[in-house]
């Protein structure tokens, strides 16, 4: 007993494990027969299952599109019927104009038909339009009974009325008395200015505030972006060539002041003198007024230096007499040279001081400004942030109170929207009706939101889903009539253009065997209708109306009506399918190239190892030991390296072989076939075990040991080898990286590839397609590898596992 | 009978060897090297293997081998030489490839500034109203002569494409034509008639403009030079103001002898020279180098060359490379551990429940459990990436995380550590049904009276586990342990399929991701042109990654005695 026990658990936990384990793939199959949008849905799993994605990619039907092009190719004699005789090319004409008549007459059949369910609904719902409407009154109820709560104390709902009818404007005051709110609320409004108002107003001011700092900020920093960068230019400037400079005229004047300090020797001199002391006065003067610029560091100290020796030479030398000494001769020179560099340097150097002085003085004052507007909003801020919390804090306490002011509101208008609805009858008020719960529902998620108690607030919301109904009813009425108006008008249009069409077609057909290509001007303008008017017109209402269909098989409060939702659903999805655009898909023609490839390479690859895989077994030859050995160490190189050499080679062979050539199943093929001795091993086993003895006496009979191979082993050998093609077959087939480099068109991918572009690009979020392509190539390889598990099973683990 | 059959096969033979001798000379006339050896060298081998007795016994290889040398001995050895040369994006082409089109291609060409300039007459003859592509020219020189340009010969072709083509100029003289009012209307060559069309001086041709420039021009003309009796080459350029001249052209570089410094000494060698400046140009790292005005170098074409084993040093000294390669060959050892880690817990863990004698329905659970193997790898990749792993539309992110959880989306494709939990989840999916499989059948080959034994000696539940099972499992199970690591170690579908390898590691040169293991990430290099082709840096990897892996199967068949049960 406690062992069963004890399994019945394990059981439980075993079949949770398998169906958490195969959710992709139960995923995978359930995904491939949903009829929506699988990726948007909100929902994992859907009702609404269709085959479509199967037949779409493996049974296309050729829908009008696809026919008006078929008929645009025949008429204009082009590929694929350009090689056809004429008598064909009429014949297939004729029937490609008989299914464009059939789609029409389906597509008004459908029409009739969803007309018919829909005028049943109508009816329906009128006839029941009491019952209905009595079914929204006690949801109604429902929810009035749902939505009581508690009244807090006087004090807080007062408080909670001052500001609800002051911040929210959501109450007027005359309005209260009509709820049922009794309270003095007049006599809590300092109070609540006290508590709440105030510091409201005041945080609105300071937000105010705060934006008008940052507005000034943001100009300011403009220029602060400007001064920076000019002082930052002017001062390299200053640094690189003024100071310099400077420095080596504060050298000169040294030297200079140096000459005329020294006692004067004897040796006299002839001094042609002539303006260079108004020039050094010049000069000074200037230097004189640079000293009053404001510049910082060590660049003012250059500036001070030089004034300072030129004051000192001034003064020298104007107490100076001997001026006819050598001393002061060279003395005067120097001064020349000086003069000569200075002048011009020095009132460059005025200007850009003085405008740097003016562009620092500026920068310091903007960025010093500029942090301190920052400073200033940063704690505007943190003070707002505190503010607030602050403020919701209090505001919180007043929740309960606003609660239940706004549920009495509610109630309010659920009673008046109970005594509003009585006089309603469906159809024909549904506009009203709609109109009206759209006003309730604003009015609950208004209340709702003061309202923390999420169960208390879901359960509210599963009462108010039991009315989307109406919603979704009006929206059929109103996309359907008009779907079913367009379409209506779409059709017989149609007609019109396809008898045109199929008046001219002949004729057209004729003239362009002859030469003379004529496109037939009704063809061109049914195609672009079909194509672009019918997406925009129709299929939008079309597409709206079926999921309010599909929806309503779930929402609609009655279940009489779900056979109808479910007919109309379906016959329209199916009236979509005549008229959309569709894109052509290559399954088939994928699954064909995987079939081939796979095929041919298993076959060959297993013939190969069949024959190397025999004299390993029988014989005794050098190489033996470690033949096989080396080579499954050889295949140890990534293969994938392989393409390299062998996409050159490829392409030269292609040049002269074009079927072995790159982009061909050839070339794959050739490639593949580089993918030995992995299953040598497995063969060589098999045929160790056949008895040599059978051999041995063939031999005795005269046979040679090619024949004994060919005519005894081999057949010996032959369920093995079957297993090694189809594993070879199963592991080609499922290779994607090698044919993904070698395939390029679309027609000529394998299955693998194919399906890789199904989940890429454009088709991301498409599916539908997707998980059917999958599911198409997964079925028969799970089912092959399944019955051939014991022998994979053996494969993998024969080249390792002794015994 | 036996003696016609031999001749059979000896003339077979001789064909066959004709044949491939034939074919080895001309894939070596191309280029094919290494293919060309290998088929020498095959050729030799087979008629060995035929001819000499001793030797039967490879006769039965002789498919194999053929297929063994072409198709894996010779890209390995391909891949060996390219591992060790600058092969890739901007290194295609061989020296002398390179050389024939510096000399020839149009594109190397200038307008000197004495050119003159030629009018021109485009003739188009007309299937009914439509004009076809089929033209004749005439060129009319600065004396007012006329020309017909003669037949176009293909002096170069590239995939059956002309690249370059030449015509000559042949004296109106000799050719039939039509006049009205003194003006050649039409032009009748070869019983063909072909009407007067464009001419870029005649406005009243300007409608025929687009159609000369689209299908006439740019597709034929712009390659073809037109040679005029004083050797002159001629050739459509765009001028200033768009529209297309006829001009004297000069192809841009020459072979000619120049003086070049070489290891110290100067030596007088053929080079390229830039035709305009007259200078040599400079042959550095695979690259031909010209200058431009201002002397500064300037890349023209490269070509392979050998770079030593740069490809392989690069790997240790090159920061922008070494930095994400440490983390790719980290992480894939760390990928390829954890999955076999992972895939054997689990799938241990379902062996031994389902080993359990009691349980009924095993063959079903085991069947389903094998299904994730069983589905084709790829198919299984794509369905998680897609249905699952999409950080958007995926199950897991809108239907676990933000229904279940409330959480947000979790950035399966481009977090770093979400890919790599992501790739791991799938990976673990994947493998542990086999890992179950080898598992249940090595549990159910211990012997059952072990465990009796122990039991009678009061062993308990883990004890019997730990001392029994465990080590007797692994004795089984650790050669396939080594070899799933091998396995996953290049497991390249799954990481490609599933996050591509991304995302992708910032601050490098090459197109490293997070998720890239090395076989990804060379597939990357050599096959994704986002950053360009490096074949040659592919290539070392590749080798690199051959030794990993077949160090590790060497081991493992060692270990396992897989070599001695070959002789048996």
């Given at each position: 007993m406690v062992v069963k026990r004890k399994n019945w658990i394990t059981h439980i936990i075993l079949i949770i494990l398998v169906v958490l384990i195969l959710f992709p793939v139960v995923w995978v199959v359930s995904t491939s027969l949903r009829r929506d949008d699988a990726a948007f849905s909100s929902k994992l799993f859907s009702s609404r299952m269709s085959l479509q994605n199967y037949k779409d990619l493996l049974f296309p039907e050729e829908n009008v599109l696809r026919l008006l092009s078929d008929i645009e190719s025949i008429t204009t004699n082009s590929q694929p019927y350009d090689k056809q005789p004429v008598e064909s090319l009429i014949e297939k004409f004729k029937s490609d104009i008989v299914n464009l008549k059939k789609y029409s007459q389906e597509s008004k059949d459908l029409i009739k038909e969803t007309d018919k369910e829909y005028s049943y609904i109508e009816n329906f719902v009128e006839e029941n339009s009491e019952k209905l409407i009595q079914g929204i009154k006690s949801v109604v109820e429902d929810?009035?009974?749902?939505?009581?709560?508690?009244?807090?104390?006087?004090?807080?709902?007062?408080i909670a009325i001052n500001s609800l009818i002051y911040d929210d404007k959501k109450i007027k005051e005359r309005n209260l008395e009509d709820i049922g709110i009794d309270v003095d609320y007049g006599n809590y409004k300092v109070k609540w200015q006290e508590e709440l108002n105030e510091k409201k107003q005041l945080i609105e001011e300071m937000e105010e505030y705060i934006k008008s700092l940052e507005n000034k900020i943001k100009s300011m920093k403009k220029d602060l972006d400007y001064y920076q960068e000019e002082y930052r230019r002017l001062e390299l400037i200053l640094n690189e060539s003024i100071i310099p400079q400077f420095e080596s005229f504060n050298k000169t004047l040294e030297v200079a002041y140096n000459l005329l300090s020294n006692k004067s020797n004897q040796i006299r001199a002839i001094v042609s003198e002539k303006t260079e002391y108004e020039d050094f006065i010049r000069i000074y003067n200037i230097v004189e007024e640079l000293k009053t610029f404001k510049i910082n560091g060590e660049n003012k100290k250059v500036i001070d230096k030089l004034f300072e020796n030129m004051t000192n030479v001034k003064l020298l030398w104007e107490g100076y007499t001997e001026k006819n000494s050598a001393n002061y001769a060279d003395f005067i020179s120097l001064i020349k040279q000086f003069n000569l560099k200075a002048l011009k340097q020095i009132k460059e150097?005025?200007?850009?001081?003085?405008?740097?002085?003016s562009v620092e003085n500026e920068y310091l004052r903007i960025s010093n400004e500029y942090t301190l507007l920052s400073n200033k909003l940063n704690n505007?801020?943190?003070?707002?942030?505190?503010?607030?919390?602050?403020?919701?804090?209090?505001?919180k306490k007043y929740m309960p109170g606003k609660a239940y002011v706004m549920s009495k509101v509610v109630e309010n208008t659920l009673n008046s929207f109970v005594e509003k609805i009585n006089g309603y009858s469906l159809p024909k008020d549904i506009n009203k009706l709609y109109l009206s719960i759209r006003v309730l529902n604003r009015k609950v998620n208004d209340l709702l939101y003061y309202i923390e108690d999420s169960k208390f607030k879901s359960s509210i919301r599963a009462d108010l889903r039991k009315l989307d109904w109406v919603a979704t009813y009006r929206n059929l009425i109103k996309r359907y009539e008009k779907f079913s108006d367009d379409a209506k008008e779409f059709v017989e249009e149609y007609d019109k253009y396809v008898a045109q069409i199929e008046s001219t077609g002949i004729n057209a057909i004729y003239s362009a065997k002859n030469g003379v290509k004529v496109r037939i001007a009704a063809l061109l303008q049914l195609f672009t209708k079909v194509q672009s008017s019918y997406p925009a017109e129709i299929a939008s209402n079309l597409g709206i109306a079926s999921k309010a269909a599909a929806d309503l098989m779930e929402q609609f409060p009655l279940n009489d009506l779900d056979k109808h939702f479910k007919n109309i659903d379906e016959k329209l999805f199916r009236y979509d399918q005549i008229w959309k655009q569709k894109q052509r898909h290559y399954l088939w023609r994928w699954i064909f190239n995987s079939v081939i490839v796979a095929g041919i390479v298993a076959i060959v690859t297993t013939l190969v190892n069949a024959l190397a895989a025999y004299p390993f077994s029988r014989m005794r030859f050098k190489g033996r030991k470690y033949g096989i050995m080396s080579l499954l160490l050889i295949q140890m190189f990534p293969a994938i390296m392989y393409m390299i050499a062998l996409y050159g080679f490829l392409s030269f062979i292609g040049r002269y072989i074009p079927w072995l050539g790159l982009n061909t199943l050839g070339g794959l093929i050739f490639v593949y076939l580089g993918n030995i001795a992995f299953n040598m091993y497995l063969i060589k086993g098999f045929y160790d075990t056949i008895p040599s003895s059978l051999e041995e006496a063939a031999m005795i009979d005269g046979a040679t040991r090619w024949q004994t191979f060919w005519r005894i082993v081999l057949p010996l050998a032959s369920p093995i080898l079957a297993v090694v093609v189809i594993l070879t077959f199963m592991g080609t087939f499922n290779e994607f990286v090698l044919a993904k480099i070698i395939l390029q068109d679309v027609e000529k991918y394998t299955y693998a590839v194919g399906l890789w572009t199904f989940s890429s690009g454009p088709y991301e979020t498409e599916w539908g397609l997707f998980s059917a392509a999958a599911l198409v190539g997964m079925l028969p390889m799970v089912i092959l590898f399944l019955s051939m598990q014991k022998y994979l099973v053996g494969g993998l683990t024969k080249g390792s596992v002794k015994g | 009978m036996g003696k016609l059959w031999k001749i059979v096969g000896y003339i077979f033979l001789a064909l066959f060897n004709a044949f491939s001798i034939w074919g080895a000379s001309f894939l070596f006339s191309r280029g094919f090297y290494e293919l060309s050896i290998t088929f020498f060298v095959l050729v030799f081998l087979i008629d060995y293997f035929v001819l000499n007795k001793n030797a039967y016994p490879y006769r039965y290889m002789i498919p194999a081998v053929i297929l063994l040398f072409v198709l894996v001995l010779y890209p390995i050895t391909f891949t060996i030489k390219t591992a060790f040369t600058n092969y890739g994006t901007g290194h295609i082409m061989t020296r002398q490839e390179v050389v024939d089109r510096l000399l020839t291609d149009p594109i190397y060409t200038y307008v000197p500034d004495d050119a003159k300039n030629y009018d021109y007459q485009i003739f188009v003859r007309y299937e009914g109203i439509e004009p076809t592509e089929e033209f004749k020219m005439i060129v009319i020189n600065e004396k007012g002569e006329k020309y017909l340009v003669g037949n176009i010969k293909e002096i170069r072709v590239q995939a059956g494409k002309m690249i370059l083509g030449e015509a000559e100029l042949i004296p109106m003289e000799k050719v039939e034509t039509l006049k009205e009012d003194g003006k050649i209307i039409a032009i009748i060559d070869d019983e063909k008639t072909y009407n007067y069309f464009y001419s870029p001086n005649d406005k009243e041709t300007a409608i025929n403009e687009i159609f000369f420039k689209s299908k006439i021009a740019f597709p034929i003309l712009s390659k073809v030079e037109i040679?005029?009796?004083?050797?002159?080459?001629?050739?459509?350029?765009f001028s200033e103001d768009g529209t297309l001249k006829l001009v004297q052209i000069k192809h841009l570089y020459r072979m000619a002898l120049s003086e070049v410094i070489e290891n110290g000494k100067t030596v007088v060698k053929t080079t390229l020279v830039n035709d305009k400046y007259n200078r040599p140009l400079l042959e550095e790292n695979g690259t031909f180098y010209d200058f431009n005005e201002d002397g500064e170098k300037v890349p023209i074409l490269g070509y392979i060359s050998t770079v030593g084993g740069k490809n392989f040093t690069k790997i240790f000294t090159d920061p922008t490379v070494s930095g994400p390669f440490t983390k790719i060959f980290l992480w894939n050892f760390t990928y390829a551990a954890l999955s076999v880690l992972f895939t054997f817990i689990i799938g241990l863990l379902f062996a031994l429940v389902l080993n359990n004698r009691t349980l009924g329905g095993k063959a079903i659970y085991r069947?389903?459990?094998?299904i994730p193997w069983a589905i084709p790898a790829f198919i299984s990749v794509l369905i998680w990436k897609n249905g699952f792993f999409n950080e958007t539309y995926g199950v897991i992110n809108r239907f676990i995380v933000e229904n279940i959880f409330n959480g947000n989306p979790i950035k399966w494709m481009t977090n770093p550590f979400w890919a790599k939990v992501a790739v791991l989840i799938v990976n673990t999916w994947l493998g542990f049904p086999y890992m179950m499989t080898v598992s249940l059948g090595?549990?159910?080959?211990?012997?059952?009276?072990?465990?009796?034994?122990a039991s009678i000696d009061g062993a308990s539940k883990s004890q019997r586990f730990w001392k029994i099972t465990f080590p007797l499992l692994m004795t089984t199970i650790a050669p396939l342990l080594v070899g799933s690591f091998a396995f996953n170690f290049n497991n390249f579908v799954n990481i490609y399929l599933l996050t591509s390898g991304g995302p992708a590691i910032p601050n490098t040169t090459t197109p490293a991701g997070a998720t890239d293991i090395l076989i990804s990430y060379t597939y990357k290099l050599a096959f994704e042109a986002g950053?360009?082709?490096?074949?040659?840096?592919?290539s070392a990897i590749s080798i690199l990654i051959f030794f990993i892996v077949a160090g590790?199967?060497?081991?493992?068949?060692?270990?396992?005695?897989?070599?001695?049960?070959?002789?048996?």
């Amino acid at each position: 007993m406690v062992v069963k026990r004890k399994n019945w658990i394990t059981h439980i936990i075993l079949i949770i494990l398998v169906v958490l384990i195969l959710f992709p793939v139960v995923w995978v199959v359930s995904t491939s027969l949903r009829r929506d949008d699988a990726a948007f849905s909100s929902k994992l799993f859907s009702s609404r299952m269709s085959l479509q994605n199967y037949k779409d990619l493996l049974f296309p039907e050729e829908n009008v599109l696809r026919l008006l092009s078929d008929i645009e190719s025949i008429t204009t004699n082009s590929q694929p019927y350009d090689k056809q005789p004429v008598e064909s090319l009429i014949e297939k004409f004729k029937s490609d104009i008989v299914n464009l008549k059939k789609y029409s007459q389906e597509s008004k059949d459908l029409i009739k038909e969803t007309d018919k369910e829909y005028s049943y609904i109508e009816n329906f719902v009128e006839e029941n339009s009491e019952k209905l409407i009595q079914g929204i009154k006690s949801v109604v109820e429902d929810l009035t009974n749902d939505l009581v709560i508690k009244k807090p104390e006087d004090e807080i709902l007062a408080i909670a009325i001052n500001s609800l009818i002051y911040d929210d404007k959501k109450i007027k005051e005359r309005n209260l008395e009509d709820i049922g709110i009794d309270v003095d609320y007049g006599n809590y409004k300092v109070k609540w200015q006290e508590e709440l108002n105030e510091k409201k107003q005041l945080i609105e001011e300071m937000e105010e505030y705060i934006k008008s700092l940052e507005n000034k900020i943001k100009s300011m920093k403009k220029d602060l972006d400007y001064y920076q960068e000019e002082y930052r230019r002017l001062e390299l400037i200053l640094n690189e060539s003024i100071i310099p400079q400077f420095e080596s005229f504060n050298k000169t004047l040294e030297v200079a002041y140096n000459l005329l300090s020294n006692k004067s020797n004897q040796i006299r001199a002839i001094v042609s003198e002539k303006t260079e002391y108004e020039d050094f006065i010049r000069i000074y003067n200037i230097v004189e007024e640079l000293k009053t610029f404001k510049i910082n560091g060590e660049n003012k100290k250059v500036i001070d230096k030089l004034f300072e020796n030129m004051t000192n030479v001034k003064l020298l030398w104007e107490g100076y007499t001997e001026k006819n000494s050598a001393n002061y001769a060279d003395f005067i020179s120097l001064i020349k040279q000086f003069n000569l560099k200075a002048l011009k340097q020095i009132k460059e150097s005025y200007n850009l001081l003085s405008k740097f002085s003016s562009v620092e003085n500026e920068y310091l004052r903007i960025s010093n400004e500029y942090t301190l507007l920052s400073n200033k909003l940063n704690n505007e801020k943190s003070k707002i942030e505190e503010l607030k919390d602050e403020y919701e804090n209090i505001e919180k306490k007043y929740m309960p109170g606003k609660a239940y002011v706004m549920s009495k509101v509610v109630e309010n208008t659920l009673n008046s929207f109970v005594e509003k609805i009585n006089g309603y009858s469906l159809p024909k008020d549904i506009n009203k009706l709609y109109l009206s719960i759209r006003v309730l529902n604003r009015k609950v998620n208004d209340l709702l939101y003061y309202i923390e108690d999420s169960k208390f607030k879901s359960s509210i919301r599963a009462d108010l889903r039991k009315l989307d109904w109406v919603a979704t009813y009006r929206n059929l009425i109103k996309r359907y009539e008009k779907f079913s108006d367009d379409a209506k008008e779409f059709v017989e249009e149609y007609d019109k253009y396809v008898a045109q069409i199929e008046s001219t077609g002949i004729n057209a057909i004729y003239s362009a065997k002859n030469g003379v290509k004529v496109r037939i001007a009704a063809l061109l303008q049914l195609f672009t209708k079909v194509q672009s008017s019918y997406p925009a017109e129709i299929a939008s209402n079309l597409g709206i109306a079926s999921k309010a269909a599909a929806d309503l098989m779930e929402q609609f409060p009655l279940n009489d009506l779900d056979k109808h939702f479910k007919n109309i659903d379906e016959k329209l999805f199916r009236y979509d399918q005549i008229w959309k655009q569709k894109q052509r898909h290559y399954l088939w023609r994928w699954i064909f190239n995987s079939v081939i490839v796979a095929g041919i390479v298993a076959i060959v690859t297993t013939l190969v190892n069949a024959l190397a895989a025999y004299p390993f077994s029988r014989m005794r030859f050098k190489g033996r030991k470690y033949g096989i050995m080396s080579l499954l160490l050889i295949q140890m190189f990534p293969a994938i390296m392989y393409m390299i050499a062998l996409y050159g080679f490829l392409s030269f062979i292609g040049r002269y072989i074009p079927w072995l050539g790159l982009n061909t199943l050839g070339g794959l093929i050739f490639v593949y076939l580089g993918n030995i001795a992995f299953n040598m091993y497995l063969i060589k086993g098999f045929y160790d075990t056949i008895p040599s003895s059978l051999e041995e006496a063939a031999m005795i009979d005269g046979a040679t040991r090619w024949q004994t191979f060919w005519r005894i082993v081999l057949p010996l050998a032959s369920p093995i080898l079957a297993v090694v093609v189809i594993l070879t077959f199963m592991g080609t087939f499922n290779e994607f990286v090698l044919a993904k480099i070698i395939l390029q068109d679309v027609e000529k991918y394998t299955y693998a590839v194919g399906l890789w572009t199904f989940s890429s690009g454009p088709y991301e979020t498409e599916w539908g397609l997707f998980s059917a392509a999958a599911l198409v190539g997964m079925l028969p390889m799970v089912i092959l590898f399944l019955s051939m598990q014991k022998y994979l099973v053996g494969g993998l683990t024969k080249g390792s596992v002794k015994g | 009978m036996g003696k016609l059959w031999k001749i059979v096969g000896y003339i077979f033979l001789a064909l066959f060897n004709a044949f491939s001798i034939w074919g080895a000379s001309f894939l070596f006339s191309r280029g094919f090297y290494e293919l060309s050896i290998t088929f020498f060298v095959l050729v030799f081998l087979i008629d060995y293997f035929v001819l000499n007795k001793n030797a039967y016994p490879y006769r039965y290889m002789i498919p194999a081998v053929i297929l063994l040398f072409v198709l894996v001995l010779y890209p390995i050895t391909f891949t060996i030489k390219t591992a060790f040369t600058n092969y890739g994006t901007g290194h295609i082409m061989t020296r002398q490839e390179v050389v024939d089109r510096l000399l020839t291609d149009p594109i190397y060409t200038y307008v000197p500034d004495d050119a003159k300039n030629y009018d021109y007459q485009i003739f188009v003859r007309y299937e009914g109203i439509e004009p076809t592509e089929e033209f004749k020219m005439i060129v009319i020189n600065e004396k007012g002569e006329k020309y017909l340009v003669g037949n176009i010969k293909e002096i170069r072709v590239q995939a059956g494409k002309m690249i370059l083509g030449e015509a000559e100029l042949i004296p109106m003289e000799k050719v039939e034509t039509l006049k009205e009012d003194g003006k050649i209307i039409a032009i009748i060559d070869d019983e063909k008639t072909y009407n007067y069309f464009y001419s870029p001086n005649d406005k009243e041709t300007a409608i025929n403009e687009i159609f000369f420039k689209s299908k006439i021009a740019f597709p034929i003309l712009s390659k073809v030079e037109i040679v005029d009796n004083q050797r002159n080459r001629l050739s459509l350029r765009f001028s200033e103001d768009g529209t297309l001249k006829l001009v004297q052209i000069k192809h841009l570089y020459r072979m000619a002898l120049s003086e070049v410094i070489e290891n110290g000494k100067t030596v007088v060698k053929t080079t390229l020279v830039n035709d305009k400046y007259n200078r040599p140009l400079l042959e550095e790292n695979g690259t031909f180098y010209d200058f431009n005005e201002d002397g500064e170098k300037v890349p023209i074409l490269g070509y392979i060359s050998t770079v030593g084993g740069k490809n392989f040093t690069k790997i240790f000294t090159d920061p922008t490379v070494s930095g994400p390669f440490t983390k790719i060959f980290l992480w894939n050892f760390t990928y390829a551990a954890l999955s076999v880690l992972f895939t054997f817990i689990i799938g241990l863990l379902f062996a031994l429940v389902l080993n359990n004698r009691t349980l009924g329905g095993k063959a079903i659970y085991r069947t389903l459990l094998i299904i994730p193997w069983a589905i084709p790898a790829f198919i299984s990749v794509l369905i998680w990436k897609n249905g699952f792993f999409n950080e958007t539309y995926g199950v897991i992110n809108r239907f676990i995380v933000e229904n279940i959880f409330n959480g947000n989306p979790i950035k399966w494709m481009t977090n770093p550590f979400w890919a790599k939990v992501a790739v791991l989840i799938v990976n673990t999916w994947l493998g542990f049904p086999y890992m179950m499989t080898v598992s249940l059948g090595a549990l159910q080959s211990i012997p059952e009276e072990l465990y009796e034994a122990a039991s009678i000696d009061g062993a308990s539940k883990s004890q019997r586990f730990w001392k029994i099972t465990f080590p007797l499992l692994m004795t089984t199970i650790a050669p396939l342990l080594v070899g799933s690591f091998a396995f996953n170690f290049n497991n390249f579908v799954n990481i490609y399929l599933l996050t591509s390898g991304g995302p992708a590691i910032p601050n490098t040169t090459t197109p490293a991701g997070a998720t890239d293991i090395l076989i990804s990430y060379t597939y990357k290099l050599a096959f994704e042109a986002g950053r360009g082709q490096d074949f040659g840096f592919a290539s070392a990897i590749s080798i690199l990654i051959f030794f990993i892996v077949a160090g590790i199967s060497f081991v493992n068949f060692r270990i396992s005695g897989s070599f001695e049960e070959v002789n048996r």
